[in-house]
């Protein structure tokens, strides 16, 4: 007979990882909350356009902060030089699509039910929510700043002559 094998414990994630893990939470929770403000506000007032403009540019915005923040969330224990690669790499392409998905419905504009000032003060209230948020929550992290300790050195005894 033999002995059933234990699964062996999960490895605990490191600080890094979790403090991004946070500061995405806290972005979606401020992002999401401002989208639904900015989707009910427009909607009551400005009919189905109001909300359908809002809602998109609600979606373009979560889209490009949740997928920024999922990178450094995944290249959390990254070193500097990759970290940072990774990072203009995952804006780059995220520029490009939301720009491509801005050029469609542009080119679109007149078959489509979009208001550009909703979609403007939409984008910001969302952006505003997710940054707040996102702020706040890394004001409570913590974070350990100190300088290592310098080795001692005895002081040089001068000659006085």
């Not at 900015?38 to 889209?63: D, E, K, N, T």
């Amino acid at each position: 007979m033999s002995t059933p094998r234990t699964a062996p414990a999960p490895a605990r994630p490191s600080v890094h990882v979790e403090r991004a893990r946070k500061l995405l939470y806290g972005g979606l929770v401020g992002g999401v909350a401002a989208a639904v403000l900015s989707m009910i506000g427009f909607g009551a007032g400005m009919g189905l356009r109001g909300l359908g403009s809002a809602a998109l540019a609600s979606v373009m915005v979560l889209f490009f902060y949740s997928v920024g923040q999922l990178v450094m969330v995944r290249f959390a224990d990254a070193g500097a030089r990759l970290l940072l690669s990774v990072a203009m790499a995952s804006y780059t392409t995220r520029v490009v699509v939301v720009g491509l998905v801005l050029l469609v419905f542009s080119r679109f504009s007149d078959r489509l039910p979009v208001d550009p000032t909703v979609v403007f003060l939409s984008t910001i209230a969302v952006v505003v929510g997710w940054l707040v948020v996102e702020v706040i929550v890394f004001s409570r992290l913590r974070i350990t700043v100190f300088d290592e300790p310098e080795p001692a050195v005895a002081p040089e005894r001068e000659n006085v002559l």
